[in-house]
């Protein structure tokens, strides 16, 4: 969620530092050191103020000089939440993580102009709730009251916004 701009300035302070008072510029993207990024832009695009789509794509790293001399590397299997399970539900995990990479790369829900509807699956639906969103809190979030306070308790769970301004 880092701008470009720190990045550049990170590249030509490097820069300065190796090439001391010579003068001489470097073409090294920073000087040859080694700079491992992580992420995934899906997920962790910079947030500017009351941006839009544009100045928000315009801010990524992927928008500046550097992103022509990186080397991308991706990773192809999730492993994280499939330690230890049964076969059936590494499937049921492998299954959902395609259907959001789905939705990420803009291959569910039709033509997408910025905004698409998208089916859920009805086991990820709220149904015959007289309260979906206490019920939704109540379950990211349970015991909210009583452990408001502990340190670790938000740590592992989260409600995620769809865009900036509900931020």
């Given at each position: 969620?880092?701008?470009?701009?720190?990045?550049?300035?990170?590249?030509?302070?490097?820069?300065?530092?190796?090439?001391?008072?010579?003068?001489?510029?470097?073409?090294?993207?920073?000087?040859?050191?080694?700079?491992?990024?992580?992420?995934?832009?899906?997920?962790?695009?910079?947030?500017?103020?009351?941006?839009?789509?544009?100045?928000?794509?315009?801010?990524?790293?992927?928008?500046?000089?550097?992103?022509?001399?990186?080397?991308?590397?991706?990773?192809?299997?999730?492993?994280?939440?499939?330690?230890?399970?049964?076969?059936?539900?590494?499937?049921?995990?492998?299954?959902?993580?395609?259907?959001?990479?789905?939705?990420?790369?803009?291959?569910?829900g039709g033509p997408n102009d910025g905004q698409s509807v998208i089916d859920i699956p009805d086991d990820l639906l709220i149904l015959n709730s007289v309260d979906p969103?206490?019920?939704?809190?109540?379950?990211?979030?349970?015991?909210?009251?009583?452990?408001?306070?502990?340190?670790?308790?938000?740590?592992?769970?989260?409600?995620?916004?769809?865009?900036?301004?509900?931020?």
């Amino acid at each position: 969620m880092i701008h470009k701009h720190a990045f550049e300035a990170l590249d030509m302070t490097l820069n300065d530092v190796m090439n001391g008072d010579s003068g001489n510029t470097s073409e090294a993207l920073f000087e040859d050191k080694v700079v491992v990024f992580g992420g995934d832009f899906r997920q962790i695009l910079p947030v500017v103020t009351n941006d839009t789509r544009s100045e928000c794509v315009n801010v990524c790293i992927n928008s500046s000089y550097i992103w022509s001399k990186c080397k991308v590397l991706k990773l192809t299997k999730n492993i994280k939440h499939t330690v230890g399970c049964r076969s059936t539900d590494v499937e049921n995990i492998r299954e959902f993580a395609d259907w959001l990479l789905d939705i990420g790369q803009g291959n569910v829900g039709g033509p997408n102009d910025g905004q698409s509807v998208i089916d859920i699956p009805d086991d990820l639906l709220i149904l015959n709730s007289v309260d979906p969103m206490g019920d939704l809190i109540s379950f990211v979030y349970p015991n909210i009251l009583d452990r408001f306070n502990e340190l670790t308790y938000f740590q592992d769970r989260a409600l995620l916004a769809p865009l900036n301004e509900v931020v």
